[in-house]
């Protein structure tokens, strides 16, 4: 397994009661695994990535990546391993405004020292995600669908073991949609895990598995995906 989650509760105080953003969810997902998951509004799907993403600590239960467990981990610990090993394309963009659009993507990579070289992968990811032409341009002035993939482009160039998406296509037309969602079929293929939210039925359709939440809850859905 790349990532395992097990019995995962997030408890937040909301005025005088106790309220379960997620309650009790587990969750495996091996090495080329596309899951996606469904879910109304305040279900508690982005909680559960940013504790898949080691970014919050939960309330209870444990994640997993690649059998290290995050609770043993310390911060660079944790840190090495986002820059290198797991990329996030979070709900927001996540696209800091005084860097080019390819400084952006490099980002990563140019935090720890090892920007050298990647210049011309970078670009060949801004073509596939069809902005290479932005590649000089600082994020004011981008659009929403623009700022999106320049953050898909820089999770995806460090090929990671497991890529976290939240919704991902939220702001995409259909046909630049469907060209992300080639991406990430082909680095799945390459066996990267993934870990995708999504309202969009047609991005929903490449996984292998689809759960939706309810109320903090994973159920599994009866229908996978197409591919
Ligand atoms: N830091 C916090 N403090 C208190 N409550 C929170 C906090 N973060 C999230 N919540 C609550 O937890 C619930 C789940 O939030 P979450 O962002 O995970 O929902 P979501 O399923 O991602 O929704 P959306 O589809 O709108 O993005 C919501 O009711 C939210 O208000
Ligand atoms: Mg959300």
């Known amino acids: 397994m790349i990532i395992e989650a097990q019995g995962i509760k997030k408890a937040y105080q909301h005025e005088d009661r106790l309220f379960m953003a997620v309650d009790d969810v587990s969750l495996s997902i091996g090495e080329g695994e596309f899951v996606c998951i469904e879910g109304r509004s305040g279900s508690g799907k982005s909680t559960l990535l940013n504790i898949m993403a080691g970014l919050l600590a939960p309330t209870a239960g444990s994640v997993a990546f690649e ?3 995050y609770g043993g981990m310390d911060d660079s610990g944790l840190s090495e391993l986002r820059r ?3 990329g996030y394309i979070m709900q927001g963009y996540g696209v800091l ?3 080019t659009v390819l400084q952006n993507v490099l980002l990563p990579y140019v935090l720890s020292g090892r920007g050298g070289g990647l210049a011309e992968s970078a670009l060949a990811i801004l073509e596939q995600a069809g902005i290479r032409q932005l590649a000089q341009r600082y994020p004011s002035g981008l659009s929403g669908g623009e700022l999106r993939r320049v953050a898909i482009a820089r999770a995806l160039l460090m090929s990671p073991r497991l890529l976290i998406a ?3 296509t939220g702001d995409l037309d259909e046909e630049t949609a469907s060209g992300i969602m080639g991406l990430f079929a082909a680095a ?11 309202h969009d039925k047609d991005a929903a359709g490449y996984a292998d598995r689809i759960h939706t939440m309810k ?8 229908g996978s995906g197409q591919a």
């Open 67 to 69: 059998g290290r467990e």
């Open 215 to 222: 109320a903090g809850r994973l159920v599994p859905d009866a």
């Open 97 to 99: 405004p005084n860097f």
């Open 188 to 198: 799945a293929k390459n066996g990267t895990a993934i870990l995708m939210v999504t």
């Open 166 to 168: 939240d919704e991902p």
């Open 84 to 86: 290198t090993r797991l």
